[in-house]
């Protein structure tokens, strides 16, 4: 069975510190792993996934996220936070492309 | 919003009513899906469709029944809405050699 658990369902920092969003899952065969990002009163878009390969996966807006299958865990990070970074992110984990299964979301607020 | 559409956008209704919602692709991929997305609970799969004529049960199939007539539309019923199914509903597609889901706007749905 695969799960999702997303650590913090709210997340608050500054503009300009460090973005650190926690993700762990379980799954019974190698997932696939993806971070999606959800504004006010929109639809999901994709930010980046882990599918095979390099372990550390870089995405759109300068987050990234690393792979680590010792702690079964796909954090998501950001250098420097941005205004425009304030929305809620969800984890989503696959076995085989058929069926995706997300967290309860993290809600990212940047003060300024 | 990838090519996805979905029917309509917002909806209220009246305990016992029923209706469909609508999703239609314009890019002729295999897979398609329904989420219900509520607060604190992230995104929980209703039914997909791997392919036409297809159709499988997610994690919270109960009180909902779909159809894929044809490639291009999957639509999501709700035979008798009940209160505990307001909610926001998102149609996804996968394209049929990918592996990453891209999503609708969502419908907005509230049941009184």
């Known amino acids: 069975a695969q799960s999702v658990t997303q650590l913090g369902s709210h997340v608050s920092v500054s503009e300009g510190a460090l973005v650190l969003l926690r993700c762990n899952y379980s799954s019974s065969v190698p997932p696939y792993l993806f971070w999606y990002v959800q504004y006010p009163n929109q639809g999901l878009q994709l930010l980046l996934k882990y599918t095979t390969g390099a372990t550390l996966v870089k995405g759109i807006n300068g987050f990234e996220a690393e792979f680590k299958k010792s702690e079964t865990s796909f954090h998501l990070t950001k250098p420097s936070a941005h205004m425009s970074d304030a929305a809620e992110y969800f984890c989503a984990v696959s076995e085989d492309f058929n069926k995706f299964y997300f967290g309860s979301g993290t809600k990212l607020n940047v003060k300024p | 919003n990838a090519g996805v559409t979905q029917t309509p956008k917002f909806q209220v209704l009246k305990t016992g009513q029923s209706m469909t919602l609508q999703c239609a692709q314009d890019m002729n991929h295999n897979s398609m899906y329904w989420y219900r997305q509520d607060p604190g609970m992230g995104l929980r799969l209703i039914y997909y469709s791997a392919s036409e004529g297809t159709t499988d049960k997610g994690e919270v199939p109960n009180g909902y029944n779909v159809s894929r007539l044809n490639k291009r539309e999957f639509s999501l019923r709700l035979e008798s809405a009940a209160p505990s199914q307001t909610s926001v509903y998102f149609c996804?597609?996968?394209?049929?050699?990918?592996?990453?889901?891209?999503f609708g706007e969502g419908s907005w749905l509230t049941v009184v």
């Open positions: 996804a597609i996968r394209q049929s050699s990918g592996n990453t889901i891209y």
